[in-house]
């Protein structure tokens, strides 16, 4: 499976200067959020693959003007072609706003999806705006990552935490990896191409099925 990546910054390769055929190949996009919504509908039309989503902290205008054609899966579970995906979006409160959440709400929001996370038998891919706290994030109060983002990753063992929030033209010496436990951290700021292998999980067909646009090549099943 190909997936690209995206976060922050739209990538000008991927829109002002599109040409058919720069999206062929991909199975699936993930944006961890501040991105503009018109940017993620044109690559959802352009691309032949879901465009799934969670929000930043910029993003209060989707509020009102939501993706086209975009799934949000904020606080949310699906499985795609076997791949399990869980969203969290938003940053660590820094000033009023949108998006924004203390640690007691990130845990909060982790502790309720404790029961789909059994059901789904765990999780392979947690895509974030923030990144865990001291793994890719600042010092800076805008830029502090999650203390409960790095709890779940002790607990869950996802194999990827996606995310952005913290741009990689802050620093000339910021790692996109990073390894912790048995999960790779990679800050998909702009851009980032993923490619897996396909993970076959029979035993979770029996999951509600959501069909996109009536095309069954885009399936996504939410536990």
Request: glycine residues 10%; hydrophobic residues 30%; neutral net charge.
């Amino acid at each position: 499976m190909k997936i690209l990546a995206i976060s922050d910054e739209e990538c000008a390769s991927l829109w002002d200067y599109y040409v058919p055929g720069k999206l062929s190949g991909y199975d699936l996009i993930l944006s961890c959020g501040d991105l503009k919504a018109d940017y993620l509908s044109f690559l959802v039309t352009m691309g032949s693959c879901p465009v799934l989503y969670v929000h930043g902290n910029h993003d209060g205008s989707y509020r009102q003007f939501p993706p086209d054609g975009c799934d949000c899966i904020d606080d949310r579970i699906v499985t795609y072609n076997g791949l399990r995906i869980l969203g969290l979006g938003g940053c660590l409160r820094y000033h009023p706003g949108p998006y924004q959440y203390s640690e007691k709400e990130m845990r909060r929001r982790i502790r309720k999806l404790r029961y789909r996370l059994w059901c789904s038998g765990g999780v392979d891919i947690v895509i974030t705006h923030s990144p865990p706290r001291g793994l890719g994030d600042d010092s800076d109060p805008a830029h502090r990552g999650f203390e409960a983002l790095r709890a779940l990753l002790d607990k869950y063992h996802p194999a990827y935490l996606l995310h952005g929030h913290v741009h990689m033209r802050y620093g000339h010496d910021r790692s996109r990896e990073l390894t912790y436990g048995d999960t790779t951290i990679i800050n998909v700021s702009e851009r980032y191409t993923l490619e897996l292998p396909d993970i076959p999980h029979p035993a979770r067909q029996h999951n509600q099925v959501i069909w996109k646009n009536g095309d069954p090549y885009r399936k996504i099943s939410d536990f």
